[in-house]
């Protein structure tokens, strides 16, 4: 076996051979055999320890080594070391290598060193050191495997994983023997050996990306450290070429200091190698450090400096710090658990104090925290509650207890788990390494008495069976046994129940033991203890009795007895001289028959054990004393206890009849009083099963003694008769007149409070009556006849509904016109655009700005206006086709399918057009409630057409442009849905508009360039900063991150205010937005049935946030969310803010994260998938809607019931376009010849023109601007009062619908003047004279209030007829009505027609609810007109802005000044106005200043040749430059300070003028504004 020496200078000499002998060349060669064997013996030795140090584990002896490893066993071990997670202990085959040593290497051994290869692959060790597979297993390159051993411990020395391997070589002897065997082994194999020094150096050329760059980066660190400066040698260290980790300037003295005495040693061991080492074989690294011993080194140092910061930082107690220290991969300390903080401080710092020297070194430290973490796993594994961790965990080798056993690992876990939850309980969060430890240890000392214990048992079942008392006893005394309560006086009795309880056991055939247990024997001796305490019991009650009643003192009695009895509710207080009499008799009874006695008075328990007791010497035994005369004339206790049980029971008996609850209770105390209980209750019973008679009996007596005292009363009336009927009326009197008084002036006293109880009454009984017409089903015709007065159409509903009418038509007119102003003034920007840019002359801006103020002062108004009533103007031979266009709207607007069908006929941008003229003309803009229903049908319809023939894909609908989807947001987004989007967004938008200290640029170079532009700027000097940069090289300026931080947090925090308005406001949205958001997802997943929701929300986000929203942030001033003033605008600034704040929401609605070129926004990921989860429930409950039937309470009955005809406000125009774009497409929307709509377009033919829809004369034919007075005419909006082709009519035939509204409404004037209980009561029954004058009234009141009706809303001819009809006619109408109705199915006889009552009651309701709506709508009409007058007086101010802008033109126009600005308010420079002195300038200056970079074909030595002459011009901001050539003028340019400073806004830094010189455009503005404006 090898042993270690000191280390010496010399190599060790094997045999007798010197090195000064001279040596022959057999005698070398045989000499550098055996230095190659004793050198690899060396290496051999130095992977056994360090493998030892890793596995903390004995390896074979070094002789035996490379047989020990083909197995792979170890090198899996290793690798489970190094790579855990690649490597566990239940992958490596015969892990315990029992398999291996009962039969020897089997082929799946192999799998361990394949796991060993694979691990150091994952690792990334080079593969140049990998050994194959055969060359361990086989045997065929075991120096290989060494070889590849001690590079990984290299590499792992490194990485800081593992401690660095030893250089034993010269450090350790072989035997002679040892060497011979190796060197044959080696011969044998004919084995190449590896050359172990080169390790280094290979491993550092394998890892090194530039060899030579690492190799000279590694000598200049050599160099370095040889010179002793520690300055240099930290440089040389931070060279990235030396690809070092971890390297701290602080340490550079220490890292001098290891590095030097490390190359010391390195350089002493190649001295000993030197010798036997040929000059070839010499490798630079032998003497000079590699990168991996100098990474090493640093390592060693770092481990030293943080075992110092953690000693530090324990001592200032603070646990995060403890715990931030420990996790320092500098210390190369086992993991540690945050949750476990405190432990370690307080575990390591009183660690610390019990060191000498108050320091804890890193072995220590080492050990100490693995133990400590072990302990900390454990306690999780505790606080789990989970015993099979635990278990594991007190298993751990690293956790290090004592005294641990693992056959009692389970008890030891139950018992931890107690401790633990009395920790917790009392505010401890963890238990300690020591109180674990002295739980095990507690474990233990409990086993061991358990154990002795088990031997105590023992013992006392041989004493029992010896039947010795006196051993019995001894057993039952020893403390290892612990029994309890063990009197040494009765260790005869205690013997009698033992040995009687062993042969009861034994009897027992059920019984597997025959002996007794501890519990058993405990038992035993408490039944001892028992029996020993009756028997002193019953003496002091015999005793006591028999020398009290020899006293004879009979007051003293209960004293005696209630001590002594078992059941002290047995004595009586009562029964106190019984019981003395009773047992003074029974004692005189028994004394008398006795003639000679003793003074032993003996007991019998359990029939087994008899107990003696000398009343004369106190004496007790349970055994038959020598003599034994025993005490006969006297009571015994049996006896005692009899006599007082009688007179107990015998006094309950007596009692128990008439005795009191409590009374009752006591006795049942008692020991017989249960039994005599049941006797009580058996006769109780029994009187009350013979109660018939009991009752009789009663009655017979009570009823003699009745009679008996009646005859007296009666007798005593006969006596008085003149006087009692005095006394009653006197009294009667009294008392009537005494409470009537009282009633009346408790009613004048109380007056209010009656008259509040009847209204009260009232009131409830209207209410009770309203609760059965709203919620019955089938309402008594009692409380409908009660409520048919709301049905009455009174003067306040005729205005409101007109009030209504005008409000929507002056909405729709409104709309229209400001679209068309909106139109006007966008194509008057563009043209003051041209104007200014000279593309177009003045006096087409002129021609334009006359058109605009016709319409501000109302012509187009006057003109819309021409027939706004409807058809008053037309022909007569025009009315009849009106009349059938009417029928035309009527049909496209109820029947959703035409218009959705036509818009997908039509192309796109002809489809927007008319979306945005005919179909929301055709609905009014969903002025009222109505037509907002149907246009939501109709977009519902188009929509579920539109997905379900062009979307393929669900994203087509995001990346798509879909039609419906672009038409509903501009709808929402229009005049209906502005308001909304105003209340929604305008508080936060205006607040992020009027911060001006808020400035938002998340783009990195436009950040730079404005860094760059702001400091040359102040300075007046030229940055030495490039100009064009990319975002990446942007990022490197510490000054650009900061602004962008800065930037990214005020993004953040507005973006949260934004989408805090959003999310609260979800109530403002419009309902209808939200209802085709629900239908768009519903449809959606109807087609794409296998969508998750996330991707259904997205879809739902992309048309609630996106298209409604999104748009509205970025240009709030465009879509009307800010007040605007007339030529303001929102400045660049601003601007950005809002769209950096659109964009994040933009990427949260959609859940996409910041990446690619929005990298440097990534930070804000977590914060958008937070945002993403905010919006997902937004978009979710907004699709949580109610259909529009159940919203607007609509159905296809709704025009017939109205008390007006919907009308629409449509132009000429408009009405021709859409008959000819019907005609177009007839084929593809009504297929079907019979349809409707094809019926419709037969009657109104060919298309007509303005003309003939107007009719002859219309236009006179020699105007000759006959085209525009058409064009104008065409424009002209008329009111089209919509109506079915198919209403009723007279002489039409009467379907079923109609019927019954007929009849509904005979019926209400019947049972308005005529009650009953029943329609049919009511119609059977005659009215009479008053009822018939009654019914004349009303009728003659309501036409009356029809004579004030509008035409549009007056009823059908035959509805006026039939309410002229007397009422007896009315009746018969009726009922001939209702066998009709029955025949149909829509009433039933059976019932009494209560079908119709139901609908009548129905209509009652509904009109409560149109009269609340109509009130709404008119509230939402007022706010939607005062909105549109708003946006009218706005474009009006715009119009007088651009009237200004105008006139200031021609006023600069008339002073002949083209070139001069225009000024807003017409202000021009003062004449005689001192101008600025010109500047000159040499280039050679210019370039000095910064201004002038660069003049193309002209070297730098020839820049004080060229001169620049700058002067202002009469124009101000405009500035002529003259350049000169040595004195020649070359060529002029002029500058507009404007085009400067959009350049530097855009972020143009350079700019060139002469089409030759570069020049720097921010310091240009700089010297601009320095000579010729003072700034």
């Avoid at 931030?324 to 405190?342: G, K």
Wanted: charged content about 30%; some cysteine.
């Amino acid at each position: 076996m090898p042993h270690e020496d000191q280390p010496s200078l010399q190599r060790p000499r094997y045999g007798s051979i010197v090195d000064d002998e001279r040596l022959s060349a057999e005698e070398m060669d045989e000499r550098r055999r055996q230095n190659i064997a004793y050198e690899y013996l060396c290496h051999l030795e130095e992977a056994k320890r360090w493998m030892e140090v890793c596995l903390v584990e004995e390896l074979p002896p070094t002789t035996e080594l490379e047989e020990g490893l083909r197995n792979g066993v170890y090198l899996a071990k290793l690798a489970k070391f190094f790579a855990p997670k690649m490597v566990s202990e239940k992958k490596i085959y015969d892990v315990e290598q029992t398999r291996y040593k009962k039969s020897g290497l089997h082929f799946r051994h192999t799998d361990n060193t394949v796991q060993w290869l694979r691990a150091m692959e994952s690792i990334g060790l080079p593969k140049i050191f990998y050994p194959e597979t055969t060359d361990v297993y086989d045997r065929k390159n075991i120096p290989r495997m060494i070889y590849c051993i001690h590079a990984l411990s290299l590499y792992l020395f490194k990485l800081g994983i593992a401690p660095q391997i030893q250089d034993l070589l010269g450090k350790v002897d072989f035997t002679e023997e040892e060497i011979s065997n190796m060197r044959k082994e080696l011969e044998k194999y004919g084995i190449q050996m590896p050359s172990f020094s080169k390790i280094g150096g290979i491993l550092a050329n394998e890892l090194s990306v530039d060899e030579a760059a690492l190799h000279a980066a590694v000598i200049a660190i050599n160099e370095a450290i040889e010179k002793g400066i520690a300055e240099q040698t930290i440089v040389t260290l931070r060279n990235p070429n030396a690809v070092l980790t971890l390297v701290d300037d602080d340490l550079a003295q220490e890292y001098q200091k290891e590095l030097w005495d490390a190359k010391k040693r390195k350089e002493e061991n190649a001295r000993l190698k030197s010798n036997c080492i040929s000059e070839e074989e010499r490798d630079a690294y032998e003497e000079l450090l590699t990168q991996a011993e100098i990474q090493g080194n640093i390592n060693k140092v770092n481990r030293l400096a943080a075992v110092d910061h953690i000693n530090a930082v324990i001592r200032e107690g603070d646990p995060e710090s403890t715990l931030l220290a420990l996790q320092r991969p500098e210390a190369q300390l086992p993991i540690v658990y945050p949750f476990a903080a405190a432990m370690y401080q307080n575990e390591l710092f009183n660690l610390q104090k019990q060191n000498a020297m108050n320091y804890l070194a890193h072995e220590e430290l080492l050990i100490a925290v693995e133990m400590l973490s072990a302990v900390a796993l454990l306690n999780q594994a505790l606080e789990s509650n989970d015993l099979v961790s635990v278990q594991n965990q007190l298993r751990s080798p690293t956790i290090g207890f004592n005294n641990l056993d693992e056959t009692y690992v389970e008890r030891y876990a139950n018992a931890l788990l107690s401790i633990k939850l009395e920790a917790l309980s009392q505010g401890q969060d963890s238990l300690s390494w020591n109180e674990i430890q002295n739980c095990i240890d507690m474990v233990n000392v409990e086993i061991q008495e358990e154990n002795d214990r088990v031997v105590a048992v023992g013992y006392i079942n041989e004493a029992i069976d010896e039947g010795d008392p006196l051993r019995t006893l001894d057993s039952l005394l020893l403390p290892t046994a612990k029994i309890k309560n063990v009197d040494p006086d009765f260790a005869r009795h205690y013997q009698d129940v033992l040995y009687q309880a062993k042969t009861q056991k034994y009897m027992d055939p059920q019984s597997a033991s025959k002996i007794l247990w501890l519990d058993e024997i405990q038992h035993a001796v408490n039944e001892a203890n028992k029996d020993i305490n009756k028997a002193k019991q019953w003496v002091t009650l015999v005793v006591d009795v028999n020398q009290f009643l020899e006293k004879e003192k009979q007051s003293d009695i209960l004293s005696v007895l209630k001590p002594a009895v078992g059941n002290t509710n047995d004595v009586i207080p009562e029964c106190a001289d019984r019981y003395h009499d009773a047992l003074a008799k029974a004692k005189e009874q028994k004394s008398r028959s006795v003639s000679t006695e003793g003074s032993w008075l003996k007991l019998t328990l359990q029939e087994k054990y008899d107990y003696y007791y000398n009343i004369d010497s106190k004496e007790s035994s349970w055994v038959t004393p020598e003599p034994c005369l025993l005490k006969e004339s006297w009571l015994m206790g049996k006896e005692i206890e009899d006599i007082v049980e009688d007179i107990t029971a015998d006094y309950i008996r007596e009692k128990i009849w008439s005795a009191s609850e409590d009374m009752l209770q006591h006795f049942q105390a008692t020991t017989s009083g249960p039994l005599i209980r049941k006797e009580y209750e058996a006769r109780k019973a029994f009187l009350y099963e013979q109660e018939k008679h009991v009752v009789k009996i009663q009655a017979f007596w009570k009823a003699y003694k009745q009679r008996e005292a009646y005859k007296r009363r009666r007798q005593m009336f006969i006596d008085n008769i003149h006087s009692i009927v005095k006394i009653q009326s006197w009294y009667r009197m009294v008392t009537a007149r005494r409470n009537y008084l009282s009633r009346l002036q408790f009613f004048r006293a109380h007056n209010n409070e009656i008259v509040k109880i009847q209204s009260l009454l009232r009131a409830s009984k209207a209410r009770d009556d309203y609760k059965t017409l709203v919620g019955s089903e089938n309402p008594p015709l009692r409380v409908i006849r009660k409520f048919v007065y709301l049905l009455d159409q009174s003067d306040l509903d005729f205005q409101e509904e007109l009030e209504v009418a005008r409000l929507r038509e002056e909405v729709v007119t409104k709309i229209r016109g400001n679209q068309q102003l909106e139109k006007d003034l966008n194509l008057m920007d563009i043209k003051i655009g041209l104007l200014v840019k000279n593309r177009i002359t003045l006096e087409d801006v002129i021609s334009h700005r006359t058109k605009l103020n016709k319409k501000k002062g109302g012509e187009m108004e006057i003109l819309n206006n021409i027939d706004n009533q409807g058809i008053k103007s037309l022909s007569k031979e025009r009315r009849k086709t009106l009349e059938t266009y009417q029928q035309l709207f009527y049909l496209l607007q109820t029947n959703p399918s035409y218009l959705a069908k036509l818009i997908f006929q039509m192309p796109q941008n002809k489809s927007t057009k008319f979306m945005d003229t005919v179909i929301f003309t055709l609905y009014n803009y969903a002025s009222n409630q109505r037509e907002e229903y149907l246009l939501l049908k109709l977009f519902k319809t188009a929509l579920e057409e539109e997905i379900a023939s062009k979307v393929d894909q669900v994203q087509d609908i995001v990346t798509g442009n879909p039609t419906v989807i672009k038409m509903v947001v501009s709808f929402n987004r229009g005049a209906r849905g502005q308001n909304t989007l105003r209340q929604l967004l305008a508080p936060v938008v205006k607040e992020i508009i009027d911060d001006k200290s808020l400035i938002i640029n998340t783009s990195p170079v436009e950040v730079y360039k404005a860094w760059v532009n702001q400091l040359e700027t102040q300075t007046g000097e030229a940055s030495n900063l490039p100009y064009d940069v990319t975002t990446e090289q942007a990022l490197t300026y510490p000054e650009v991150r900061a602004k962008l931080e800065a930037s990214i947090e005020h993004l953040r925090r507005v973006t949260d205010q934004v989408l805090t308005s959003i999310i609260s406001s979800l109530d403002l949205l419009p309902y209808g937005l939200r209802y085709i958001a629900k239908v768009l997802k519903n449809s959606i997943h109807e087609k794409f049935p296998d969508a998750t929701e996330d991707e259904l929300l997205k879809i739902v986000g992309n048309l609630l946030y996106y298209r409604y929203m999104n748009p509205a942030i970025v240009a709030p001033d465009g879509f009307d969310i800010i007040d605007m003033t007339a030529g303001g605008q929102i400045n660049s600034d601003q601007r950005r803010n809002l769209g950096s704040v659109a964009k994040v929401l933009q990427h949260a609605a959609s859940n996409k994260l910041f990446e690619g070129e929005n990298e440097h926004l990534s930070s804000m990921n977590s914060y958008l998938s937070e945002t993403y989860q905010e919006f997902r429930k937004y978009f979710k409950e907004a699709c949580n809607v109610p259909e529009p039937e159940e919203k607007f309470n609509m159905d296809k009955y709704t025009d017939v019931v109205t008390v007006s005809k919907p009308v629409i406000y449509i132009s000429i125009e408009e009405i021709i376009n859409t008959h000819s774009l019907l005609l177009e497409h007839q084929d593809a929307i009504a297929p079907e010849k019979n349809d409707l709509l094809n019926e419709l377009l037969e009657l109104l033919e060919e298309v007509p023109n303005v003309e003939s829809f107007l009719g002859e004369g219309a236009v006179d034919p020699n105007d000759p601007d006959k085209v525009n007075t058409l064009n104008q005419l065409s424009k002209t909006e008329i009111s089209l009062y919509l109506t079915s082709k198919y209403d009723i009519g007279d002489g039409e035939a009467i379907d079923g619908q109609s019927l019954m509204i007929k009849t509904k409404k005979l019926i209400i004037d019947v049972i308005r003047n005529q009650p009953g209980s029943t329609l049919t009561e009511i119609l059977e029954t005659p009215a009479s004279t008053k009822q018939e004058t009654d019914h004349a009234s009303d009728m003659m009141n309501r036409a009356v209030l029809d004579s004030r009706t509008p035409e549009d809303m007056k009823q059908g001819l035959s509805m006026v007829e039939d309410a002229q009809l007397p009422l007896e006619q009315k009746k018969r109408k009726i009922q001939r009505n209702l066998r009709t109705l029955e025949q149909t199915g829509h009433v039933s006889s059976k019932n009494k027609y209560q079908d119709i009552l139901n609908k009548i009651a129905k209509d009652i309701r509904n009109q409560r609810i149109h009269r609340k709506l109509r009130k709404a709508e008119l509230e939402k009409l007022q706010q939607t007109l005062n909105a549109l007058n708003k946006k009218a007086a706005f474009f009006e101010e715009q119009i007088n802005y651009y009237d200004t802008y105008i006139k200031t033109c021609l006023d600069n126009l008339k002073r002949k000044n083209t070139r001069r600005s225009i000024k807003l308010d017409g202000k021009g420079e003062p004449r005689g106005m001192k101008r600025a002195k010109p500047v000159r300038y040499t280039a050679a200056k210019l370039q000095e200043k910064g201004v002038l970079l660069d003049i193309d074909d002209l070297q730098a030595n020839q820049f004080k040749n060229v001169t620049f002459d700058i002067s202002s011009t009469e124009d101000v901001g405009i500035f002529d430059v003259r350049s000169k050539f040595l004195g020649v003028e070359m060529e002029k340019v002029q500058l507009n300070i404007q085009d400067l400073l959009q350049m530097q806004y855009e972020g143009v830094a350079v700019m060139k003028m002469f089409d030759k010189v570069k020049v720097n455009v921010n310091l240009l503005i700089y010297l601009l504004n320095k000579k010729f404006y003072g700034k």
